[in-house]
């Protein structure tokens, strides 16, 4: 079960990697690395497709990332999802937060089996002070029905 605790622990690593970030700028992958970034999150993008991102080195997988994160917020379609988490583990990285879209029960089960935090079916961009834009009507929203973690 995700709770405010697990939650509000990832957010308090402030060195961060995105997987799935894209040449495609309206990605989600994308606003999430530019939405933390402005946070002021140390964000580092990875995706085995691309070598610069925005204008900063991007990283084919978690354990080739200069120094350990964090956490990991995870923005790829659930087939890929349980690789990227094995390599989180690999990586030494204990803190996932799968966006909604990317959840995958075999890679929650992994998380858990193997004592990483995971926040699944929530959107970061609903948690990450401060929340802007579209995101904080939706938070508000969320929080008058009583469906954020408590």
């Known amino acids: 079960m995700v709770t405010k605790k697990i939650i509000d622990d990832f957010l308090s690593q ?26 002021g999150y140390q964000v580092y993008p990875v995706s085995p497709h691309m070598e610069i991102f925005e204008g900063q080195p991007c ?3 978690l354990t080739a990332l200069p ?13 890929q999802t349980e690789q990227v988490v094995r390599n989180a583990a690999e990586a030494g ?16 089960s992994f ?3 193997n004592s990483i935090s995971v926040v699944h079916g929530e959107c970061i961009l609903l948690h990450a002070q401060p929340v802007t834009s579209i995101h904080a009507i939706h938070r508000w929203l969320w929080k008058l029905l009583g469906k954020l973690p408590k």
């Open 14 to 39: 402030r060195k961060l990697a995105v997987v799935g970030v894209s040449r495609k700028t309206r990605k989600f992958g994308n606003i999430v690395h530019r939405d933390l970034t402005k946070k």
């Open 59 to 61: 990283y084919p997988s």
């Open 67 to 79: 120094e350990t994160v964090g956490g990991v917020v995870v923005v790829v379609p659930p087939a």
């Open 93 to 108: 990285i204990h803190r996932i937060w799968m966006q909604p879209g990317a959840e995958s029960p075999s890679a929650i």
């Open 111 to 113: 998380c858990e089996e």
